[in-house]
């Protein structure tokens, strides 16, 4: 019952260093997305794919990209990452149109650019 | 952009005492959802609500979707230590083309010193 799952957990970068995050999910959901959550912002949405094969940005996509390299996968990648960047990651996913029970989500990745 | 107003930002709780707090919007929306979110993890649903005036009960939580579709309120009864966390409403239009879930800001629980 692993649900989502997103690797890693924690991360430390440098300025200008680039780096993928990587979530799966093993429920045969179409739609996945990538949020960002910092404090007193609540949760913002990155980046989407209602299915495999599409992607389309979200409410703060700049500074980033996605894959959905298959159903199961969808990777957030930071080219040159920058303080501001500094956030925790959740990797969510349900079915088709949002599901009747919202989003799945995975524990997080934590990452601080220094 | 649809938002979503929740309140209170944060609350202070004792053992036993009940918590409410409600999520408002000027858009209208078909689905209400309330997730929790512990400290180190991602937020998990609690309670879903697809039908206006609907009230749904999971446990020590109540939660209702408002009568005009533009709001939600959660009760928590007799609250305990556990309860500590980040309440999250969200809100979408289920069966729309795009089903994407918006989120409020969220309401931190946090225990009485």
């Known amino acids: 019952n692993a649900g989502v799952t997103q690797t890693p957990k924690f991360q430390v970068l440098k300025t200008g260093q680039s780096m993928t995050l990587q979530c799966a999910q093993d429920m045969n959901h179409n739609s996945m997305y990538w949020y960002r959550q910092d404090p007193g912002m609540g949760l913002r949405l990155i980046y989407y794919?209602?299915?495999?094969?599409?992607?389309d940005k979200g409410e703060v996509p700049n500074g980033y990209n996605v894959s959905r390299l298959n159903k199961r996968e969808f990777s957030l990648r930071l080219e040159s990452a920058a303080p501001s960047q500094t956030s925790v990651y959740f990797c969510?996913?349900?079915?088709?149109?949002?599901?009747?029970?919202?989003?799945?989500f995975g524990s997080g990745t934590r990452l601080t650019v220094v | 952009g649809q938002q979503l107003n929740q309140s209170p930002q944060s609350m202070f709780i004792q053992e036993g005492e009940d918590v409410s707090m409600n999520c408002t919007s000027s858009?209208?929306?078909?689905?209400w959802l309330w997730y929790k979110q512990d400290p180190g993890e991602g937020p998990v649903l609690l309670i879903a609500?697809?039908?206006?005036?609907e009230l749904t009960s999971n446990g020590r939580l109540t939660a209702q979707f408002g009568i005009t579709r533009k709001d939600s309120f959660l009760n928590i009864s007799a609250s305990i230590p556990s309860d500590v966390g980040i309440y999250f409403c969200?809100?979408?239009?289920?069966?729309?083309?795009?089903?994407?879930?918006?989120f409020g800001k969220g309401t931190k629980l946090s225990v009485k010193p």
């Open positions: 969510a996913s349900s079915p088709r149109g949002g599901g009747l029970a919202g989003y799945t």
């Open positions: 969200a809100a979408m239009n289920y069966g729309g083309s795009q089903g994407n879930l918006i």
């Open positions: 609500l697809y039908k206006a005036g």
């Open positions: 858009s209208i929306f078909n689905t």
């Open positions: 794919s209602a299915s495999e094969g599409t992607t």
